[in-house]
């Protein structure tokens, strides 16, 4: 945990529980692994999105964690479309599906210190945003703050629910991420957002096939690895 791309990432503490009730029922059963996909996908459920099947049988890593893994294995915030698309069709993923999977932005937050750069560099001047929208951004997380890292900006307008609002804010002008921004207007990626923003069955359809390439993409199975008895240790 100690990269900052894993910064977002919190209530770890209920995934312990979760394994806790789990490992009482059926010890050294289910993994980690498995338990953080079925929490991920029951997010996306109850926030209105997709219910995804989801293959199950992954094992933990025996390995302690690794914050230069996560460095490198995990997109950095400042990701522009090309390396975007290269990131995830180098996974399987399609064109099609490499634009629905950036549509999970549609739910949460964004730190501030991840759009820093693209604000107030002006060697970086993004001409795809709305005027308004940029001043909203730039008021929200001022150049130079010393809270940059807790200090956030809504994905609005839907925040807690899973809908194609991502795509319509995206063409609107209102991306928060340099990916957000750039998306609907690449040549090979427009096409897709013009679909979503247009047809959420069809972004739920493409994001859930999406989402169950990225959870079985190599993982640990059968005799490898470990299923481990707390998720926050090895055992």
Same mark, same amino acid.
């Given at each position: 945990?100690?990269?900052?791309?894993?910064?977002? #990432?919190?209530?770890?503490?209920?995934?312990?529980?979760?394994?806790?009730?789990? @490992?009482?029922?059926? !010890?050294?059963?289910?993994?980690?692994?498995?338990?953080?996909?079925?929490?991920?996908?029951?997010?996306?459920?109850?926030?209105?999105?997709?219910?995804?099947?989801?293959?199950?049988?992954?094992?933990?890593?025996?390995?302690? !964690?690794?914050?230069?893994?996560?460095?490198?294995?995990?997109?950095?915030?400042?990701?522009?479309?090309?390396?975007?698309?290269?990131?995830?069709?180098?996974?399987?993923?399609?064109?099609? @599906?490499?634009?629905?999977?950036?549509?999970?932005?549609?739910?949460? #937050?964004?730190?501030?210190?991840?759009?820093?750069?693209? $604000?107030?560099? @002006?060697?970086?001047?993004?001409?795809?945003?709305?005027? @308004?929208?940029? $001043?909203? $951004?730039? $008021?929200?997380?001022?150049?130079?703050?010393?809270?940059?890292?807790?200090? &956030?900006?809504?994905?609005? !307008?839907?925040?807690?629910?899973?809908?194609?609002?991502? &795509?319509?804010?995206? #063409?609107?002008?209102?991306?928060?991420?340099?990916?957000?921004?750039?998306?609907?207007?690449?040549?090979?990626?427009?096409?897709?957002?013009?679909? &979503?923003?247009?047809?959420?069955?069809? &972004?739920?359809?493409?994001?859930?096939?999406?989402?169950?390439?990225?959870?079985?993409?190599?993982?640990?199975?059968?005799?490898?690895?470990?299923?481990?008895?707390?998720?926050?240790?090895?055992?």
């Amino acid at each position: 945990m100690r990269s900052s791309r894993n910064l977002g #990432i919190r209530k770890r503490e209920v995934v312990n529980l979760l394994k806790s009730v789990v @490992e009482a029922q059926c !010890p050294q059963q289910v993994s980690c692994a498995d338990i953080l996909i079925l929490a991920a996908r029951e997010a996306i459920s109850v926030s209105g999105g997709p219910r995804i099947d989801v293959p199950l049988g992954r094992r933990d890593s025996s390995n302690p !964690p690794n914050s230069s893994l996560a460095d490198t294995s995990l997109p950095p915030s400042n990701l522009g479309v090309n390396d975007m698309l290269k990131l995830f069709t180098q996974k399987g993923l399609s064109l099609e @599906e490499s634009v629905a999977i950036n549509g999970a932005h549609t739910l949460g #937050i964004t730190h501030c210190f991840s759009i820093e750069s693209r $604000l107030y560099d @002006e060697s970086k001047n993004d001409e795809h945003n709305e005027h @308004e929208f940029e $001043l909203y $951004l730039k $008021l929200s997380c001022p150049k130079g703050s010393l809270t940059s890292n807790v200090s &956030f900006v809504l994905n609005e !307008p839907t925040t807690l629910t899973f809908d194609n609002h991502y &795509f319509i804010n995206a #063409i609107n002008g209102r991306g928060v991420l340099r990916i957000d921004a750039e998306i609907p207007f690449h040549p090979l990626t427009a096409p897709y957002v013009q679909r &979503f923003a247009a047809d959420q069955d069809a &972004f739920f359809k493409a994001f859930s096939s999406a989402f169950v390439k990225l959870s079985t993409y190599g993982v640990l199975t059968g005799s490898q690895g470990m299923i481990r008895r707390y998720c926050n240790a090895l055992s």
